[in-house]
């Protein structure tokens, strides 16, 4: 069973910087999809940003967090990352790593709290 394993959520005030990161337990094949989403109170969950998988693949981020998020991966440690900057209250939510391979895979989610 793979599970993703989620790390680097916090409080930080308004302007600051996290960075999450996340792992599968396990080597995954025939992944087609990771990235992050967040669900924040009262809120659908919504995607945040994608990582291209393949060589020259864009990365794809919402227009809310475009020029402050970057989204990365290791392929040698399979880990992929979401640094976080100038972070707003708005930003504050539950995040969540994703993975689909032949079926959608989340992680236990790691909380974001942005204080004004």
């Known amino acids: 069973q793979v599970q993703l394993v989620e790390s680097g959520g916090g409080v930080v005030q308004a302007g600051g910087s996290l960075r999450l990161s996340c792992a599968p337990s396990?080597?995954?094949?025939?992944?087609?999809?990771m990235g992050w989403y967040r669900q924040a109170p009262g809120k659908q969950r919504e995607v945040v940003a994608t990582v291209g998988l393949d060589a020259g693949s864009p990365n794809y981020y919402a227009d809310s967090v475009k020029g402050r998020f970057i989204i990365s991966r290791d392929n040698a440690k399979k880990t992929m990352f979401l640094q976080m900057n100038n972070l707003k209250p708005e930003d504050s939510a539950i995040y969540y790593c994703h993975l689909r391979a032949f079926r959608n895979y989340w992680g236990q989610g790691t909380q974001v709290t942005v204080s004004s």
């Open positions: 396990t080597t995954v094949r025939g992944i087609t999809v």
